[in-house]
């Protein structure tokens, strides 16, 4: 039995709502939307399709402005309608709403990804707008010296391009449009892109738990230079090496693949939705790491396409060319595929993605044993917390109730009492008095 699909679409009867089904079409690929069929693709017939094959063109040209291919077709001797849409190469709209079919849904485009979906229509994305206020002479040598260094090492970028001046080398990036400098070239050369662009940098934070931030660093400048930095700062503050000698040769061993991290940072940067003005978010635990940015998957793209073997289909096409110039990422679409490899070679699980959050968050997990051994390491040192805590408000107030201690550390009495009988049983505490009453003493090692 045929199934609902990108394309295809079934109505049992017909509603003028139903315009915007044919609006969602228009705008994706195209599809058929079959009237006079149930959820099952069985037939049920129309009544009234005669009527219906001539109302319907007339409606969708009053309301979308667009023509339709409305068939009045028979089965069995009942009579059913074939919409045909045509995908439209600019953004068709119901009544001021933008309505994309998307799998075999239809949603309604808002906000960043309206945005994203008439630049694309327009033959234009978001990072090749050009930014009127933006001079050459504001942006960063230094960026450019960067760049120069690493595309003559990449041989991407040929020499006598790169022995260019500032602005041919703009020019030759694609980052220039009508003399005004693109949206692109303040994001990779601008020593403060966030003088235009909001949220454009990366923030690292080390987490003992979820919520315990223990300490954490922002990074600003130059897309180039926020790629360096920021492994540079998971490497030397960050992630712990394991120390291990060959011969008289000091080897340290990360936790992940370097080239993985790295190729994730990186993705990160380039792939990010910088027009939603949050930065990307990097959560470092004792032994796992966790990167997130608000980049959207391309349009039609499920977690299952991007995991799978895939064209490349980079969400910002100016910031990512220049990124490959410079050797730092490949243009095939091979980035994901490069990730989940190099973890398999080291020996660690791939990596685990998640689109649930708004946007795309990759998070790197050690070996199931040395997992283990990180929640062994945190509930000591949850133990830990709770036993100095304790006897910090014992020593303060040693008539203190198991109900004030509960209240105060935020756990329950039993908590508390199986807390207290253990520290008593380590003599760390003693309870001097009757059970009811009396008062609790420190014990002084």
Known sequence: MNTENQIIEWKETWRDEYIKWICGFANAQGGILIIGKNDRGELVGLNDAKLLSEEIPNKVRDLLGI?????????????????????????????????????????????????KFILQKTGKHWDSITLPNLQLQDLDNSAFELFRKKAARSKRVDEETLGESNEMLLHHLHLTENGQLKRAAGLLFHP????????????????????????????????????????????????????????????????????????????????????????????????????????????DWSLEN????????????????????AGMIESWGRGIEKIINLCVSSGIPGPIFNTAFGGLQIEFNPKPEDLENEGEKMRVKMTEKMTEKILKLITSNPEITIAILADQTGKSQSTINRNLKKLQKNKKIEHIGPDKGGYWKVIEL
């Open 67 to 115: 023509m339709v291919d409305v068939n009045l077709l028979e089965e069995t001797g009942r009579q059913y309608l074939e919409i045909i849409v045509e995908p439209y190469p600019y953004p068709i709209n119901y009544k001021g709403q933008y309505h994309y079919r998307s799998g075999s849904t239809k949603q309604e485009l808002k906000g960043n990804a309206l945005n």
């Open 192 to 299: 403060d892109p966030e003088k235009f662009i909001t949220g454009s940098y990366v923030k690292i934070g080390f987490f003992e738990s979820e919520s315990d931030l223990i300490y954490h660093d922002e990074i600003h400048g130059t897309l180039f230079h926020q790629a360096d930095k920021t492994m540079e700062l998971l490497l030397t503050k960050y992630l712990k090496a394991k120390v291990s000698y060959e011969g008289i040769t000091r080897v340290e061993t990360f936790p992940f693949p370097e080239a993985a991290l790295r190729e994730a940072v990186i993705n990160a940067i380039v792939h990010k939705e910088y027009s939603s003005g949050i930065p990307i978010q990097i959560k470092v635990f004792e032994n796992r790491i966790r990167i997130w940015n608000d980049g959207q998957l391309p349009t």
């Open 306 to 325: 991007l995991l799978a073997s895939h064209p490349s289909k980079p969400n910002n096409p100016d910031v990512a060319n220049a990124f490959f110039r």
